[in-house]
């Protein structure tokens, strides 16, 4: 009896222990050209597994469930990519995938997405193209380039900062983003603009043409690396233009990589002020911090409300089948930590984009939108 | 429009001085083996981490930092020397395939031991600002164009004047009489390479604070001083230094009238331009089993 009886505890406890969980599909760089952003995009589906496992779970069509996040490195390889896709379609059978830095890999992994009809969630990659192919099942998160250029054009028609002049990736994101701009602004306010290729770290000759053109504000259409060099170098040649950054020039890593002196008066798009008096953010900078011992960072703030928001379709849906969670991702309102999120047709949605401002003492400060100002600290 | 072309070729200079190292390096071991090192980029890049590894790691003093890397990239050199290209003498493709798989080697070694992310090298005695009028330039940015002229003038006089410096151009002109005459061949063949290396190191060395220290830091000064050797005269030393000023200097005024995007194209237009004049290169040299 007393056996049978501790078979039976046995049974329960392992009936209790072992609560379903369902494989949610992660593409993500963990090593590679982007590990560094990629380990930021990791942080955010961690800390959101970690909540909705620790409130214990989430019920699809009455059945309990935990997340488990199958992870796979892409390492900024389409190729890899398209292979990781085509294994969470087939081996694991994930009803989902989320992810993704690289515009380029993310291309890749979209049609194996639409072939085995299960929804890639994009949180980072930036490429506008990705969202216009007509693919029902890619879903981005994050505002694309071209919405961030536009927040940007906007802010910046109202200032006095013309000739403006740029230094860009010689690539799709660098090219796309200057005739972006020259689209917004007119030709007419544009000065010099200067091409550099993946690698190149001198811009010496770009800072000479500036200075010689006259610019009024330069914009750095670049990433961390090279934005850092390039306002170093610029600096150092003592240029007074205002500069202009991307969203990987707004936060405390990048102002590591340089000092409060050289960064003073520049703006940024942003897609995520970690420091702004919004609660959400508030909240969500906190238990960041918390977990991680940093500033948090708007990769993962999109890849967090990236997850939660599919395990809120996924309690919508009611089953967990593709087809059905891709209608209830596309008829979905999702308030998270980066805004109001709803997908249009295309699968974009559109999050608010802010333009801040480093201060003199190493903080930052909202410029744009109107609606959201604040001043140094809340960047 | 003037003092933007003035700036201009000071930036040139700077660029020019390093294509102008890895030139020098790749020349001197060209003319005594007859190989082109085409690792010779690789070994900058790798002069760089060392650099840095002394610098903020060990000493905390930059000149015995480049000082220690040119040393350690020398007896690295020594190393190759004796490995990979001596047994392979006689044989120039397996040569060439070689040193592009030593790319391969050297690129994947650094980032297994220090990782992928670039690493920053901040060296506060240099990073004061010298104002040239409108214009400012970092003590750096003068010092890889000083350095590189002192090494110039010292390399030159070594080269002409000192027993082992007449050694190493007699067995660059005919290795099998500077036999019969009783020069040492395989001693110059080793330290021609240390020296070579030595001097890929200064390169990475200087360029290294005032940019960054990463594993693709030296294709570019490679493929670049290779122009500038070949339009120099391929096996020419005053050519190497030469054809690396010319490359640097042309790409970067080019800017002023040029779209950037052509600044890769110039240089090699330079060059062809160059060869078409003087088929040889500026300082063409007939060398030994060329013809």
């Known amino acids: 009896m007393a056996r049978f009886f501790g078979v039976f505890l046995l049974l329960v406890a392992c009936g209790a222990a072992a609560q379903e969980k369902l494989a949610i599909g992660i593409v993500t760089s963990l090593s590679g050209p982007m590990a560094a952003p990629g380990k930021f995009q990791m942080n955010g589906f961690r800390l959101a597994e970690e909540e909705i496992n620790s409130a214990g779970g989430f019920s699809v069509g009455g059945k309990k469930y935990l997340v488990e996040l199958k992870v796979y490195d892409t390492r900024a390889n389409p190729a890899e990519g398209a292979s990781a896709m085509q294994r969470l379609a087939t081996v694991d059978k994930v009803p989902v995938v989320l992810g993704e830095l690289h515009s380029g890999v993310a291309a890749a992994e979209a049609p194996v997405a639409q072939d085995y009809s299960i929804p890639l969630v994009l949180t980072i990659p930036t490429g506008p193209n990705l969202t216009e192919q007509g693919n029902r099942f890619l879903f981005r998160v994050n505002a694309n380039n071209d919405q961030l250029t536009q927040a940007l054009a906007e802010f910046i028609a109202g200032q006095a900062w013309t000739p403006l002049a740029f230094i860009a990736w010689n690539n799709d994101a660098g090219r796309g983003g200057v005739n972006g701009m020259k689209k917004l602004l007119g030709e007419a306010r544009i000065g010099y603009v200067g091409y550099f290729n993946v690698g190149e770290v001198d811009f010496s000759s770009h800072v000479s043409n500036i200075r010689a053109g006259n610019a009024r504000a330069v914009m750095l259409l670049m990433d961390e690396e090279p934005g850092s060099l390039a306002i170093k170098q610029i600096r150092d040649a003592g240029l007074k233009t205002q500069l202009v950054g991307t969203l990987a020039m707004g936060s405390d890593r990048f102002l590591k990589r340089l000092d409060a002196q050289r960064l003073e008066g520049m703006v940024q798009y942003n897609a995520f002020p970690p420091n702004a008096k919004v609660p959400g953010i508030r909240v969500f900078s906190e238990r960041y911090r918390k977990k991680y011992g940093e500033e948090a960072h708007g990769f993962a703030a999109q890849s967090y409300d990236g997850l939660k928001l599919t395990v809120a379709a996924l309690q919508k849906a009611g089953k967990i089948d593709g087809r059905a969670l891709r209608d209830a991702l596309a008829a979905i309102e999702y308030d998270g930590v980066i805004g109001h999120i709803k997908f249009d047709a295309k699968g974009q949605a559109h999050p608010p984009v802010y333009v801040t401002q480093w201060c003199s003492d190493g903080k930052r400060r909202i410029l744009y939108p109107e609606t959201l100002k604040a001043d140094c600290g809340a960047g | ?291």
Not at chain 2, 42 to 63: E, I, K, Q
Not at chain 2, 178 to 198: H, K, N, Q, S, Y
């Open chain 2, 1 to 291: 429009m003037l003092s933007a072309v003035l700036e201009q070729t000071l930036n040139g200079l700077m660029a020019g001085s390093v294509y102008v190292l890895v030139a020098l390096g790749m020349v001197l071991i060209y003319g005594v083996m007859h190989v082109l090192n085409f690792a010779h980029g690789v070994l900058l890049m790798v002069g760089a981490y060392v650099c840095h590894f002394f610098f903020v790691r060990l000493t905390g003093s930059y000149p015995l930092s480049i000082l220690l890397s040119a040393a350690v990239l020398a007896l690295l050199g020594i190393a190759l020397e004796r490995a990979v290209f001596r047994p392979l003498q006689g044989n120039l493709r397996n040569q060439v395939i070689a040193s592009l798989g030593l790319i391969l080697v050297f690129e994947n070694l650094v980032i297994a031991l220090w990782g992928p992310n670039a690493l920053q090298m901040k060296v506060a005695a240099t990073a004061a600002l010298v104002p040239l009028g409108e214009m400012r330039f970092s003590v750096q940015h003068l010092l890889v164009i000083a350095v590189t002229l002192a090494v110039v003038l010292v390399l030159f006089s070594f080269l002409k004047f000192s027993k082992f410096g007449t050694a190493i151009r007699a067995t660059s002109q005919d290795r099998m009489a500077a036999m019969v005459v009783g020069i040492p061949v395989e001693r110059v063949d080793w330290i021609t390479f240390g020296l070579g290396t030595a001097l890929a190191a200064l390169g990475g060395a200087l360029i290294g604070p005032l940019f960054i220290v990463f594993p693709q830091m030296g294709d570019a000064p490679m493929v670049k001083g290779l122009a500038g050797i070949l339009l120099g005269g391929m096996g020419s030393v005053p050519g190497a230094v030469i054809g690396g000023f010319i490359i640097g200097i042309a790409e970067s005024v080019s800017t002023v009238f040029l779209p950037t995007d052509y600044r890769d194209s110039v240089a090699f237009i330079v060059m062809v331009l160059i060869l078409l004049v003087w088929p040889r290169g500026i300082f063409g040299v007939s060398v030994r089993g060329e013809d």
